[in-house]
């Protein structure tokens, strides 16, 4: 089997570093196209990763800066997380994951050579190999608690519904999609939106995006660093 050639950058320093005051195009394009992002809250030494529905929002009236926008329940374990440490983490990418076929068949079956692979396994994997040359995103920031019941917390509300409001019926969509559903309130008519990010309970979260580090399939990463004149830049939070 042909190996694909990879290369590798140190990713502990600041590789390719660029400050800008903009996030720049393709990560832009990578919060627009995905569904999903992974958040990563921490206290005590103790990470949490949770899937989480965002709404990505370049300004507003409350922030002149770009901001990520997600919903929680009150008494969750990120929100308690996000106010004893507002920094977070966020993973984002647009491509499809799926797992190519091994070399050899492990004890537990493994995947599936391709003298086994359906024609419609033959074709994701195929779209698959065509999206994977865009980028990941690790995004680095401050996360906070918007005050219940104030305008801002409205607006972004609001903001974070309409972008998660779908014409397509759970249904019809991917198995990962109607699993989250299923966690944050499915089998309403609503899809559950009306739980997860309208409920009594729900609290909005905004994170403030510090820095932001991409990578491609093969390795390759860029470090950028969002500012605003005056402001000090870091990277990955360090200055």
């Not at 699993?179 to 739980?195: C, N, T, V």
């Amino acid at each position: 089997m042909d190996q694909i050639a990879l290369h590798h950058e140190a990713s502990a320093g600041d590789t390719n570093r660029q400050v800008v005051n903009q996030l720049p195009p393709e990560v832009v394009q990578c919060l627009e196209n995905a569904r999903f992002l992974n958040l990563a809250t921490c206290t005590n030494n103790q990470p949490t990763v949770s899937l989480m529905n965002f709404t990505y929002l370049p300004s507003s009236q409350y922030s002149p800066e770009p901001v990520i926008v997600m919903t929680t329940n009150s008494s969750s374990k990120k929100t308690h997380n996000i106010v004893a440490n507002p920094n977070v983490s966020l993973l984002v990418h647009d491509w499809v994951s799926h797992r190519p076929p091994t070399q050899t068949r492990r004890p537990s079956g493994g995947s599936p050579g391709p003298e086994h692979r359906s024609s419609l396994a033959s074709v994701l994997m195929n779209l698959n190999s065509g999206e994977i040359s865009r980028i990941s995103a690790t995004i680095n920031g401050t996360a906070e608690l918007v005050a219940q019941g104030s305008d801002e917390e409205k607006f972004f509300r609001e903001q974070h519904l309409e972008n998660n409001t779908f014409d397509t019926e759970a249904s019809t969509m991917p198995f990962g999609s109607r699993q989250l559903q299923a966690e944050q309130g499915a089998g309403q008519d609503d899809g559950g939106r009306e739980s997860f990010i309208a409920g009594e309970e729900v609290r909005v979260i905004v994170v403030r995006i510090k820095d932001i580090r991409t990578s491609d399939w093969k390795g390759g990463v860029s470090d950028w660093v969002l500012v605003n004149e005056g402001v000090p830049a870091a990277v990955n939070g360090v200055k």
